[in-house]
Each structure stands twice: as structure tokens, then as C-alpha cells.
């Protein structure tokens, strides 16, 4: 991308915008909202909530949590991440 293109000044009016009521929206180029419509409509809940973490002791060899530590920052949540693929995968529905 080119750097005017990034850098350029949004000739956007958000005063106006900002003072807009709903009666001044032009809703005409709008498509007309029916039944049908509606009737097809996918409903969507949103993400899947992130799990609570929970502190927990775990007796873990020492060679396995050297080498996970080795990975740097963030190597518990590898570890979780490989505990959870690993549920993920012989979960049984």
C-alpha cells in the first residue's frame, strides 16, 4: 500500500455525522425487509466463551518441563494448548 494512501486525511464530515438524527438517514436506497427474509435468516450466538483457567499442581517430567521452559514466555499456554488438541482430538461426542 502507498504511503499517500495510508496517510490521507478522511474527507468524512463526523460533525455532521455525530448531529445526524435518524429522521436525516436517506434509508431509500435500502431494499425492503420481508417475512421471507426473516424466515431465512441465520441466528449467530456470538464467540464461544474462553474457559476459566484454573490453577492446578501437576507432577510433570523434568527433561518435559525444561524443554517447554526453553520455548520462552508463553510456554504454559503452549502446554495447554497441546493439552487441549489432545482433547479436542479423543473427545467422543
Given amino acids: 500500500m502507498k504511503k499517500e494512501n495510508i496517510m ?3 474527507e468524512t464530515d463526523w460533525d ?3 448531529n445526524m438524527g435518524d429522521k436525516d438517514i436517506d ?3 435500502l431494499p425492503e425487509v420481508t417475512p421471507e427474509m426473516f ?13 476459566q483457567k484454573k ?23 503452549k ?4 493439552l487441549r ?3 479436542d482430538a479423543h473427545h467422543t461426542k
Fill in 8 to 10: 490521507k486525511k478522511s
Fill in 16 to 18: 455532521r455525522i455525530r
Fill in 27 to 29: 434509508f431509500s436506497d
Fill in 39 to 51: 424466515a431465512n435468516a441465520v441466528v449467530r450466538k456470538g464467540f464461544k466463551p474462553v474457559p
Fill in 55 to 77: 490453577q492446578l499442581t501437576l507432577r510433570i517430567d523434568q527433561d518435559v518441563i525444561e524443554f517447554f521452559r526453553k520455548q520462552g514466555q508463553g510456554y504454559q499456554t
Fill in 79 to 82: 502446554i495447554n494448548q497441546l
Fill in 85 to 87: 488438541a489432545y482433547m
